[in-house]
């Protein structure tokens, strides 16, 4: 039977609770699941570098061998084709989020003639204000972020 891949993929600057908890949601649904970090060619405000933020996911799922963090140059569904996957996993807060991830799903879809889908996954209610840019605007101010950062188990 063929190997079940799917993979999320990110800037993960930084990776949040909510972004764990996508992660772990959806890791009962493959037998591999690949955390895709965009590499460095992508800038935003206060960007660590790929190499940085792939090493932090890493570490948190050293001891889960399902789970593979790579960083990643180009589309995601480059990615997709390159570690054998037919999913695209994508984390939704609010119906601003939805419309954006449907409409890359549908151009996703189209690249690849159908071979990969994208399958959204709501966010707990409680993460749903959670966001990468709202960690590093708290960290700007000199806030204590950790209770939006996962912890190791």
């Known amino acids: 039977m063929k190997e079940k891949t799917g ?3 990110g800037s993960f600057n930084p990776f949040t609770v909510g972004h764990n908890s996508i992660v772990r949601r959806a ?3 493959f037998d591999r699941l690949v955390i895709g970090v965009v590499g460095d060619h992508v800038q935003k405000p206060g960007m660590r570098s790929a190499e940085e933020r792939m090493q932090a ?4 799922y ?3 061998p399902r789970i593979e963090v ?3 140059y180009g589309l995601a569904v480059d990615l997709a084709r390159s570690v054998g996957a037919h999913y695209i996993i994508k984390g939704v807060r609010s119906v601003k989020d939805f419309e954006y991830e449907r409409e890359q ?3 996703n ?10 399958l959204l996954l709501y966010s707990e209610p409680q993460l ?4 990468s840019s709202m960690v590093r605007e708290l960290e700007h101010f000199g806030v204590d972020t950790s209770d939006y950062l996962p912890k190791k188990k």
Not at 57 to 60: D, E, H, S
Request: aromatic residues 6%; charged residues 25%.
């Open 7 to 9: 993979i999320f993929v």
């Open 27 to 29: 890791l009962p649904l």
């Open 57 to 60: 996911i890493a570490r948190l």
């Open 62 to 64: 050293e001891d889960e």
């Open 70 to 72: 790579r960083t990643y």
């Open 105 to 107: 799903a549908d151009v």
């Open 109 to 118: 879809r189209q690249l690849t003639n159908g071979e990969v889908e994208t």
């Open 128 to 131: 749903s204000s959670i966001s």
